[in-house]
């Protein structure tokens, strides 16, 4: 399954962004998924999980009570609608996808990447 990003953008801070993650050639049945993100000079964080077979949300304690992961019925797109947005929010936005129903927190625990979109929030 291939993954697209979209919905980045600059915002000032307070801001909301709603982040879509789309899939081709497949679906996310079958699939948790999850939202990282990369700092200019640190490394890729866990934001957003989301198993399959249920949908159980799990945050990053930094997000918990901001940001919002879900996704459509269709199975198509996973969404992450950020709110109260903090300029220590800035970072290129991955979303990730596997098979197992694990609520993974690490990089190399997911087999498909998006390319990233850039959120870049302003003080």
């Known amino acids: 399954v291939q993954l697209q990003a979209s919905g980045g953008g600059l915002v000032q801070a307070g801001d909301s962004l709603r982040l879509s993650c789309t899939a081709s050639?497949?679906?996310?049945?079958?699939?948790?998924a999850a939202w990282f993100r990369q700092a200019p000079g640190k490394e890729r964080e866990f934001v957003a999980g989301i198993t399959r077979l249920g949908g159980y949300a799990f945050y990053a304690d930094s997000v918990k009570g901001r940001f919002a992961i879900s996704r459509d019925n269709a199975e198509i797109a996973i969404y992450l609608q950020m709110n109260s947005l903090k300029p220590e929010d800035t970072a290129v936005y991955y979303c990730?996808?596997?098979?197992?129903?694990?609520?993974?927190?690490?990089?190399?625990?997911?087999?498909?990447w998006g390319q990233g979109t850039l959120v870049t929030v302003s003080s």
């Open positions: 990730a996808a596997k098979t197992t129903r694990a609520a993974d927190r690490a990089p190399a625990d997911y087999n498909y």
């Open positions: 050639g497949g679906t996310f049945e079958g699939h948790s």
